[in-house]
């Protein structure tokens, strides 16, 4: 981030957390006097984060560290428990009325499985062109011209705009995600897993096409995914996320050279490479903990090599190790 600029979005010790209500049986335990309590999920734990406009930021964890959770507050699907979003310096969760609604405009998001997100009784020209329309950002007679260059430009042919999404392939469908949410002109995306519900194959042209979008359009991304082989490609800098918590972030290039958390460095040594043929992985120890009841301190501490006694008890700040380089860990 530049100098004195302010980034498009910044997260300041932003937590979400989830109450798991009891279940009858629980109810009637707590009825005859045994001690039972609702649960509570830990899902974002105090995280900070800020995305400078035109930067494609890489988020990166094993499934169920919270990385979705964060992805939907930032677009405005879930409200924070705790901390605050800011969006051009302005709170997403204190605009009102006009304001609001431009945000809300301003910040799509497009998610992992397409056939799930797309409307099936909808057809695609009215997936794609109902809220430029109903916003008034495009007028009724332009909407057919604008359809066909937004299609065409997002691979998928004009031709098509009448269909219904279960009359397209996987990849397919991901476009008209990405169509959809290009079609309102917004200034962020958080792209959630986007290529991982497809084949190989095509996992490569979406990840083209996102590259490509993203130097026409001008875009600020929050690349979401578990596959640091595919954020390597897409990303200016990488945040690794464990458990709900940032635990490292740098520019791509120097967090791959230079890896300083024991868990990115895990995650670094499984991704397969023609470089380690004749090398044995070795997969990170043991199970991500239950986010209903993390470990105290560090929250990797029971699976990291180098874990000692302060680990066990004092959460580590997130601290500026090198340039630019941020890692919390107290070795």
Known sequence: MKNGERPLIELKKVSKRFAKELDFSAKIARR????????????????????????????????GCGKSTLGRMISGLLTPSEGSIYFEGKDLFQLKGREAKEAALQIQMIFQD????????????????????I?????????????????????????????????????????????????????????????????????A????????????FGLTTLFISHNLGVVEHVSDRVAIMYLGRLVELAHTEELFDNPLHPYTQGLLREIPSLDKRRIEFAAIKGEIPSPFNPPPGCHFHPRCPIANGNCQSQQPVLKEARADHLVACHS
Not at 32 to 58: C, M, W
Not at 205 to 216: G, R, S, V
Request: a neutral charge; charged letters at 20%.
């Open 114 to 133: 397409p056939f799930a997100s797309l409307n099936p009784r909808m057809r695609v020209n009215e997936i794609i062109g109902e809220a430029p329309k």
């Open 32 to 63: 005859f006097g045994i001690p039972v309590s609702e649960q509570t999920l830990h899902a974002v734990d105090r995280f900070n984060l800020s995305i400078s406009k035109g930067e494609v930021v890489g988020l990166v964890g094993e499934s």
């Open 135 to 203: 916003h008034g950002l495009i007028k009724p007679s332009n909407l057919d011209e604008f359809l066909n260059d937004l299609m065409a430009r997002c691979g998928l042919d004009p031709s098509y705009k009448f269909r219904y999404p279960h009359q397209f392939s996987g990849g397919q469908r991901q476009r008209i995600a990405i169509a959809r949410a290009l079609a309102v002109a917004p200034k962020f995306i958080v792209c959630d897993e986007v290529a991982s519900a497809l084949d190989v194959s095509i996992q």
């Open 205 to 216: 042209q979406i990840l083209n096409l996102f590259m490509k979008l993203q130097d026409e």
